[in-house]
């Protein structure tokens, strides 16, 4: 879509060449509905990975371990409702990767996700 006018001035689109951190919620259960019970685990690492790809703009997403034990801590099946994570975009590590950007979602321990709003953080 094009940039939307504001105050007669053209409004420009995100910057995604720059490095930065967002955090979010991940509403698993969402995604997971219809999948059973023996793919919810796996599913619901590769939906976080989608969630990471659309909100960051970049193909190339790296999941974190503290993530991946998370999501299986209580087994195959019962995947925890909600997962607070970090979402940083930086720049590729890998030489020879034709993206420039990589993101890496990492797992946030909270005490409850109720009322936590999605931040922007800069970063250096």
């Known amino acids: 879509t094009a940039p ?3 105050d007669g001035e053209m409004k420009s689109h995100s910057v995604l060449n ?3 951190t967002r955090e979010g919620t991940i509403n698993i259960p969402r995604c997971l509905r219809g999948v059973g019970f023996k793919k919810r685990a796996p599913w619901a690492l ?3 990975q989608k969630f990471a790809m ?3 703009g970049t193909p190339d997403v790296h999941s974190d371990t503290r993530l991946n034990k998370a999501l299986w801590a209580k087994g195959i099946r019962n995947i925890p409702y909600s997962t607070h994570v ?8 890998h030489a020879d ?10 797992y946030v321990p909270v005490t409850t996700v109720k009322h936590l709003q999605s931040m922007r953080m800069k970063t250096v």
Do not use: D, F, Y
């Open 4 to 6: 939307a006018k504001k």
């Open 18 to 20: 720059e490095a930065v």
């Open 46 to 48: 590769k939906e976080s």
């Open 54 to 56: 659309k909100g960051m």
């Open 86 to 93: 970090w979402l940083s975009r930086k720049h590729n590590e």
């Open 97 to 106: 990767s034709p993206n420039k950007l990589s993101t890496l979602v990492t």
